[in-house]
């Protein structure tokens, strides 16, 4: 058995109260503008509940190896479109957030 191993980075977000669809709508935007950049795109999702907690979304990132989390943030913090579309746009939409990195070990 070979097993090959990636990193997984979660951001979840709470949003306020009616936002779910505009958040959604932004973090589009931000995906967009990000795979314009070429320098680091990994595989990205987003997530948003269905049942449980209401107004939750989820990005979630693929990412090679843990060594390529400090330069995807470099990325994200040049770039200035990024940076304007998250701080000015999403983060007035956010009652808080948390980032989680997960060590994913699979078969091949």
């Given at each position: 058995?070979?097993?090959?191993?990636?990193?997984?980075?979660?951001?979840?977000?709470?949003?306020?109260f009616g936002?779910?669809?505009?958040?959604?709508?932004?973090?589009?935007?931000?995906?967009?503008?990000?795979?314009?950049?070429?320098?680091?795109?990994?595989?990205?999702?987003?997530?948003?509940?269905?049942?449980?907690?209401?107004?939750?979304?989820?990005?979630e990132m693929?990412?090679?190896?843990?060594?390529?989390?400090?330069?995807?943030?470099?990325?994200?913090?040049?770039?200035?479109?990024?940076?304007?579309?998250?701080?000015?746009?999403?983060v007035?939409?956010?009652?808080?957030?948390?980032?989680?990195?997960?060590?994913?070990?699979?078969e091949?």
């Open positions: 058995m070979i097993f090959v191993s990636m990193i997984i980075q979660r951001n979840v977000f709470k949003l306020r936002k779910a669809k505009e958040a959604m709508a932004i973090w589009k935007e931000i995906i967009n503008e990000l795979s314009k950049d070429g320098r680091f795109n990994p595989q990205t999702r987003l997530l948003s509940d269905i049942t449980g907690e209401a107004y939750i979304l989820v990005m693929h990412i090679k190896s843990f060594l390529d989390v400090n330069p995807l943030n470099h990325v994200w913090a040049i770039n200035k479109p990024v940076h304007e579309l998250y701080h000015q746009k999403f007035p939409l956010c009652e808080s957030a948390r980032q989680e990195l997960y060590k994913i070990e699979m091949t």
